[in-house]
């Protein structure tokens, strides 16, 4: 079992829809949960960073923690072309200092 | 700068030279990152440095990678004798500190190895 999972996709989701972008990890000691965008050819971009359950909003994106069912979810509302990218989960194991990354889903939103 | 600094861009090299590639992280960030992304693939974790602490190497592929860094500033990351399987995106990241903060990328070097 993958320490970070996600599924690879692609996720086609129309414009305008919501798109929702799930990850699973595996050590229950995980305190620290990022969403990162990658578009082609270009470096990775924090788009959120979340730490306690619940849900965090930031524009049109929400993420969502749930750490006693190890998972963090993306969601992306009024989905546009321009979102269409790879999104990376990466996951802080506790008393660790490094990321551990999924290997990423990608995202294509239709007009 | 505001943003990590990578050079240079793009380096195209023959099989069997050495290269250097260069990091600078945002000013303030005491940890830094090296990872190498490989076309279509994720991000492959290669060394991390925190202040004056002794660096994690764990995840340099082979002796032939090596880097360094001059205390809270710029790194350098070394390949010897560069092979073609060492083509890739190596990218840099910064935190300030380690653990719970968000890491910022460069742009990356693109290395080729023809």
């Known amino acids: 079992q993958k320490e970070v999972e996600q599924n690879s996709g692609p996720l086609s989701v129309p414009e305008g829809a919501i798109a929702s972008l799930n990850c699973t990890y595996s050590?229950?000691?995980?305190?620290?949960f990022f969403w990162y965008r990658q578009y082609s050819g270009k470096s990775p971009e924090l788009i959120m960073s979340?730490?306690s359950n619940g849900d965090k909003e930031d524009g049109r994106f929400t993420a969502q923690l749930n750490k006693a069912s190890q998972y963090v979810s993306l969601l992306i509302r009024d989905s546009q072309p321009s979102d269409s990218a790879t999104y990376l989960c990466a996951v802080n194991r506790d008393s660790n200092y490094q990321l551990i990354w999924g290997a990423g889903t990608k995202l294509i939103i239709k007009p | 700068g505001a943003g990590v600094s990578q050079s240079p861009s793009n380096k195209v090299t023959e099989k069997g030279k050495d290269v250097e590639l260069r990091c600078d992280p945002i000013s303030g960030h005491t940890a830094l990152y090296w990872y190498r992304q490989r076309l279509g693939q994720g991000l492959e974790f290669l060394i991390y440095?925190?202040?004056?602490?002794?660096?994690?190497k764990s995840g340099l592929p082979s002796d032939r990678f090596s880097a360094e860094r001059t205390g809270e500033s710029v790194s350098t990351l070394t390949i010897q004798r560069t092979q073609q399987e060492d083509s890739a995106v190596y990218l840099c990241?910064?935190?300030?500190?380690?653990?719970?903060?968000?890491?910022?990328f460069g742009d990356g070097t693109r290395l080729s190895i023809l």
């Open positions: 440095f925190q202040g004056n602490s002794a660096p994690d």
């Open positions: 050590d229950r000691g995980s305190q620290s």
């Open positions: 990241a910064s935190s300030f500190g380690p653990s719970n903060q968000p890491q910022h």
């Open positions: 979340i730490y």
